[in-house]
Structures are given as C-alpha cells and as structure tokens.
C-alpha cells in the first residue's frame, strides 16, 4: 500500500470498515507499521520515536510496541509504563528530536518483560475480526485485510472517541 493519508477520522474509518477482517491465526509473527494520518493528535509522533511495529506470537499473545533501536535491533517497550491519556495530551513534543532521544536512551528501563497483550476475536462495528487488547492499558487494536502481507489497524482508547489509523506489513524472516 503506498502512503495513505485522510483529511478526516470519518472518511478512515469508512476505509477501515470496508476491509475484509482478519483472524488471531493469520496475524503471527513481525509486522512493520506505519502510521495513517487521520487528524489523530498521534498521527506522526511514533514514526518519529523509532516506532517499528508489532509482534504477534502463536500462543495468541504479542509484543505491542517494538521499537527500532540501533541497527537492526528491536525493542519492545511496556505500555505500562506510558499511560495513554498522558501520551495523546503530550501529543505535539513527540514530534521533537527531544522526545525521539529520550525515548531512545529510555528503552533499558522501559523494556518489556515478556508479550504485553493478547489477541482475540473482537466485535468492530458489524463483524468480527482480530484485536489485540492490551494487558495494562485501556486499548484495542482492530484490525482489516488490505492483503494477504498486509493489515490495517485502529487503536481505540476506551473513553476516547478519536481513533488512531496505521498499517502493518508483514516482515518476512530474514529481514527485521
């Protein structure tokens, strides 16, 4: 999928619901994501923190935010440890260099010890598809088809009516 972007979160979220959706089985292993602008206060914060994407394990569980850290090594930070709210409010310093440097000199102490949510067959709207809930936040993760190496996702914060769009890319196993 090339760059996508929407001048409003209506217009994604018609886009998102008129995917195929996808099951918990079909979504092991490394996904690349990138975000979709939608007029989310996120839209462009964690491409700028080294934002990698996802991990989903066979056993249903998944590393939630990894990380790029140096060269070709990942990192998958506790979510625990950044309450959502306060993140979306502090929205507009992510997009500094600070905010990027931080995080980056962070990981040690933000690193997650072991997967940080799971995933399961969610209602999104009109059917079913997979989501991942996390373990220590007030967010799910839907998830469409775009292809067969491709996802789209919205997280949604329980509370929170904005949803924050992006795509994930199937990472083949010789490439991190």
């Known amino acids: 999928m090339e760059d996508m972007a929407f001048p409003d979160q209506h217009l994604a979220l ?3 619901l008129s995917l195929e959706p996808v099951l918990p089985t079909e979504m092991t292993g490394l996904w690349k994501g990138k975000g979709i602008p939608s007029g989310h206060p996120l839209d462009g914060v964690l491409e700028n923190l080294n934002w990698f994407g996802k991990r989903f394990h066979a056993d249903q569980r998944a590393d939630a935010l990894l990380f790029q850290w140096r060269e070709r090594r990942l990192v998958a930070l506790e979510p625990a440890f950044m309450p ?6 502090l929205a507009p310093l992510g997009h500094s260099s600070l905010a990027r440097n931080l ?5 040690k102490a933000l ?5 940080t949510a799971f ?3 969610r209602t999104s709207q009109y059917d079913e598809t997979a989501a991942m809930v996390y373990d220590k936040q007030p967010i799910s993760d839907y998830f469409r088809r775009i292809s067969e190496d491709e996802l789209a996702g919205m997280m949604v914060v329980r ?4 949803r924050y769009f992006f795509s994930l890319k199937r990472v083949l196993a010789s490439t991190p």
């Open 159 to 162: 509370g929170d009516e904005r």
């Open 119 to 121: 995933v399961t067959l």
């Open 103 to 107: 995080l980056s000199y962070s990981h």
């Open 84 to 89: 959502i709210r306060w993140i979306i409010r």
């Open 111 to 115: 690193q997650a010890r072991g997967p």
């Open 14 to 16: 018609t886009w998102f």
